[in-house]
């Protein structure tokens, strides 16, 4: 069986035809048997019935499987994607695990402020977590982190000071006291 369409034109109109077909042999010669008018149907379901017969399975939508679980993300992706454009994750410092904890929890603070622990617990409720591989992280490796950032806090505020202050501002004036502009 098989939908044979055929169109023709009458005038400035364009007439389609869409039959289900069943071919057969006899006495050597291929014919073909009309079994229904399939062209009142809506377009979509001729080509479920088109795709049907070749061998095509369609299951109806919500059926044929379950949610297990289901993880909000739209939140995790709009700061993340502000954060990029930010250069956030650069501005940090160099790829490493201890950069992407921070990063994680400085993009969790804007979307659910809780505390550390909170917050490590909560990245198994989100997208976050998952994204940036800190399923299971400790409060000891969060720490760590931490001092990772102490660490560097000087040169990411001489970046922030460098990308955002205007040469000759009051601020830069007291800021260029506190720390030189060619920290790296």
């Known amino acids: 069986m098989h939908v044979a369409t055929t169109r ?12 289900l077909r069943r071919s057969y042999r006899e006495d050597g010669k291929v014919k073909n048997e009309t079994l229904a008018n399939l062209s009142y149907l ?17 299951i109806v939508a919500g059926e044929g499987f379950e949610i297990k679980r289901s993880l909000p993300h739209g939140h995790v992706a709009a700061i993340a994607v502000m954060a990029n454009e ?3 994750p650069a501005l940090l ?5 201890e950069r992407d ?3 994680a929890l400085i993009l969790a603070r804007a979307i659910r402020p809780a505390s550390k622990l909170a917050t490590s617990r909560w990245f198994k409720d989100s997208t976050l977590g998952a994204d940036l591989g800190l399923m299971g992280i400790s409060t000891d490796e969060i720490y760590s982190a931490m001092d990772w950032l102490y660490a560097r806090q000087g040169t990411i505020e001489a970046q922030l000071a460098k990308r955002h202050l205007k040469e000759g501002s009051r601020a830069e004036a007291v800021f260029s006291n506190l720390y030189s502009f060619n920290a790296t």
């Not at 023709?8 to 039959?19: P, S």
């Not at 809506?42 to 369609?58: D, F, M």
């Open 8 to 19: 023709r034109q009458h005038k400035d109109k364009i007439y389609e035809t869409h039959l």
């Open 86 to 88: 930010l250069k956030l």
């Open 42 to 58: 809506p377009e979509e379901t001729i080509q479920v019935i088109r795709e049907s017969l070749a061998g095509k399975h369609h």
């Open 93 to 97: 410092g160099p790829s490493c695990r």
């Open 101 to 103: 904890i921070i990063y």
